[in-house]
């Protein structure tokens, strides 16, 4: 069983990435396979719309960048937690990048997996960014991992967030029923439970 964590900051090693380490430490202790992805600091494309990937059979067009890695790595994850810095009250603009062509392309990689957002910042604009990641997961049936309190660090540089104490305890407390929810599926399946099969062919604009 393993878990691809996302990092989403230009920092290989910077707040975001201690706040994962935290939640792979805590997913291999139990068992699991845990692997930090880290997105890169070089310039990446946004999705430019084109429909390629409808013809692609799950990857998109641009195979310059990190994009069709990650829909490669998530097929073969059964759980997911993506890392953001805050930049603006929001998350990164690479990791939005990624993830719009990721999902728009590799959809199929996540439904019915599990997934949680976590969010660094010095100060202000977590809730809005976990909102922006979250909606990723509500759009593809995947199920979202909680913890003990919105799932958030804080600091400017990773000491800051090593002294963040409440930070790092719902970082474990996220990997934890992480982990759980992870056996409950693998469990369900084991005694024959199926994932539910969605209804599609309405795709309407408002009403119409
Ligand atoms: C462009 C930019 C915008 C930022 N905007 C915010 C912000 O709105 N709120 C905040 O608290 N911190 C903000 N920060 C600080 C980072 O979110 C914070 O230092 C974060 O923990 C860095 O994580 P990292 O080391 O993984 O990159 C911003 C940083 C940058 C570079």
Not at 26 to 30: D, F, N, P, R
Not at 114 to 118: K, L, R
Not at 132 to 147: D, R
């Given at each position: 069983?393993?878990?691809l964590?996302?990092?989403?900051?230009?920092?290989l090693?910077g707040?975001?990435?201690?706040?994962?380490?935290?939640?792979?430490a805590?997913?291999?202790?139990?068992g699991?396979?845990?692997?930090?992805?880290?997105?890169?600091?070089?310039?990446?494309?946004?999705c430019?719309a084109?429909g390629a990937?409808k013809?692609?059979?799950?990857?998109?067009?641009?195979?310059?960048?990190?994009?069709?890695q990650?829909i490669?790595k998530?097929?073969?994850?059964?759980?997911?937690?993506f890392?953001?810095?805050?930049?603006?009250?929001h998350p990164s603009?690479?990791?939005?990048s990624?993830?719009?062509?990721?999902?728009?392309?590799?959809?199929?990689a996540?439904?019915?997996k599990?997934?949680?957002?976590?969010a660094?910042?010095?100060?202000?604009?977590?809730t809005?960014t976990?909102d922006?990641?979250?909606?990723?997961?509500?759009?593809?049936?995947?199920?979202?991992?909680?913890?003990t309190?919105?799932?958030?660090?804080?600091?400017?540089?990773?000491?800051?967030?090593l002294?963040d104490?409440?930070?790092?305890?719902?970082m474990?407390?996220?990997?934890?029923?992480?982990?759980w929810m992870?056996?409950?599926?693998?469990a369900?399946?084991?005694?024959g439970i199926q994932?539910p099969?969605?209804?599609?062919?309405?795709r309407?604009?408002f009403?119409?």
């Open positions: 069983m393993k878990v964590l996302l990092n989403g900051s230009s920092h090693h707040c975001t990435d201690t706040a994962l380490r935290e939640i792979a805590v997913l291999e202790a139990a699991i396979e845990a692997e930090i992805l880290f997105l890169g600091n070089e310039p990446v494309r946004d430019t084109c990937c013809t692609l059979s799950g990857r998109c067009v641009f195979d310059d960048d990190i994009v069709n990650v490669a998530a097929e073969a994850a059964d759980g997911f937690v890392g953001s810095p805050v930049y603006y009250a603009g690479r990791i939005l990624i993830l719009d062509r990721v999902f728009y392309a590799g959809k199929h996540f439904a019915h599990p997934a949680a957002a976590i660094s910042a010095r100060r202000a604009g977590t809005a976990l922006v990641l979250q909606k990723y997961f509500t759009i593809s049936q995947m199920p979202v991992v909680s913890s309190y919105w799932t958030m660090v804080h600091g400017k540089q990773p000491e800051d967030v002294k104490e409440e930070g790092l305890q719902t474990r407390n996220l990997a934890s029923n992480m982990a992870l056996r409950c599926i693998e369900g399946k084991a005694a994932p099969q969605a209804e599609s062919g309405a309407t604009n009403i119409r």
